[in-house]
């Protein structure tokens, strides 16, 4: 082995062990406080037993208060209608389990925020200024933050389905390779967000800027998507956003491997375009932070 390809593999091996000492100490600030786990996982529950239980669509389109007067017609024929009505409209008949599929990319979406409020924090502890007078290279500190984000949050929508199938969401079209397949889209999906969060905390100074501007871009995210509803039900112009917006793709992807809903794009396509947003995001905090972390 020669001198070069020496520095080269220590290079590397330092590089592994500085990402994975950044990555595993905010880690620990999670996986050591159950409550933090407990609490991040209240919104989407509550999102699911209430919103989901409550919006019971089927119980609207198959009882007797969708007859019509005067038809009495048999209880057969309203849970034909009604169930042709659900599968138009949502592709299922139980629309508890398609908004389950938009929880887990909800959990991914708002769980990605603390990857950006790590940085805010450790900036205004100090820690931020000791790590930057160590070698450790600045695309370390970054990606560190971003593998923290889509760690969690991976863990909480594994979680959270785990919650659904409880509820009563439909498996009859569960697999281990459509889970995989589902859980490769919030990968990316993840990445990407953590990503953005962290570019963002790259110019904030104040953790109340970065929650404000988190929250703002949060929210019309998941509500411009086909998390609640599917796209063809909302007006044009929403239209025209949610379908450029990257969780309707993750989504898409869930519910086509995990509840067999046929997705109006092609899950190849769906994936080149999670993947070009997770790797340009990426790209540009890597890069800004050679810029903007300095000692």
Known sequence: MTQTESKGIHSISYLARSLWSITNRDLKKWYLAPVLLFI???QPVVWLALFGKAFNFAGIFTNASFNIPGLNLPASVLNTI????????????????????????????????MSGMSIVWDRRFGFLDKLLTTPIPRASIVIGKILNGVVRSLAQALIVLVIAVLLSMNTAYFSVGGILIAFGALFLLAFGMSSLFVLLALHSKDWQTQMAIANLLSLPLLFMSNAFFPISAMPSWLQAIANVNPVSFTIAIGRSTLLGITPTISLGSAFLYLGVFAALLGTVSIILSWKLLKD
């Open 82 to 113: 009604g169930n042709t009505l659900l599968t138009n409209t949502f592709g299922t008949t139980s629309y508890f389990s398609f908004l389950a599929v938009g929880m887990l990319a909800f959990i991914v979406v708002f769980t990605s925020m």
């Open 40 to 42: 991040s996982l209240i």
